[in-house]
């Protein structure tokens, strides 16, 4: 379903979910709310060396992950610390509590709002996409990310409003941004979030990359 294009160091890992009904009117379970407040305990920690790598990642193809361009993982850690993220629906706080925990960054599309085929790549020059509803505007360049038939619609920084969650999604692809100097933990990160949608639904499918 995805394909990646050579990179040194990338290594994701992806699931497709399937919810039984609208993720507005789709429960959120206590476990996944627990696991974004501050110091809450989980089966998975990141350090240093995971935070590095991560960036390591992102640097490679001349993108800069600092300041707002700093991968998602990292503003999960800020906000949790400032007691600043809110509840979004059941899907994207799932994929929050698996990210704040493992340190790698994931993205969640709607794939009613993606257009197939998918492939993992980093953007060329003048790639740019909206990434919240106010339309602001992030610069991809040098940034591995996913694209779909229509452009850039994800990547380990920020994901594309084209293709986020709504209150009527029913079906995402999760994409764990992981990296070969940490082999596994992409793999692991996954099965993580899936035991945590898990409170929501059984239709969670491996995709092969």
């Given at each position: 379903?995805?394909r ?39 089966p ?9 790598a ?17 991968p ?46 998918f ?91």
């Amino acid at each position: 379903m995805i394909r990646v294009e050579p990179h040194p160091l990338v290594e994701i890992a992806a699931l497709t979910v399937v919810f039984p009904k609208p993720l507005g009117i789709l429960g959120i379970p206590d476990t996944v709310t627990a696991l974004l407040a501050p110091g809450a305990p989980a089966p998975m920690t990141a350090d240093d060396s995971v935070r590095s790598a991560v960036r390591d990642l992102l640097r490679h193809g001349g993108y800069k992950p600092t300041g707002r361009g700093k991968p998602a993982s990292e503003y999960l850690l800020k906000a949790v610390a400032e007691g600043g993220l809110g509840s979004i629906n059941a899907a994207v706080d799932a994929g929050n509590a698996a990210s704040l925990h493992s340190g790698l960054p994931i993205s969640i599309v709607d794939l009613d709002r993606a257009v197939a085929p998918f492939v993992v790549r980093v953007a060329g020059p003048g790639s740019t996409y909206v990434f919240n509803a106010a339309g602001h505007a992030i610069d991809l360049e040098g940034l591995i990310g996913l694209d779909d038939a229509d452009g850039p619609c994800a990547n380990a920084v920020k994901d594309s409003q084209r293709t986020k969650t709504t209150a009527e999604t029913t079906r995402i692809l999760a994409i764990v941004w992981g990296s070969r100097a940490l082999p596994g933990r992409a793999a692991a990160t996954a099965d993580f979030l899936t035991s945590l949608l898990r409170g929501t639904t059984d239709a969670i499918t491996s995709v092969s990359a």
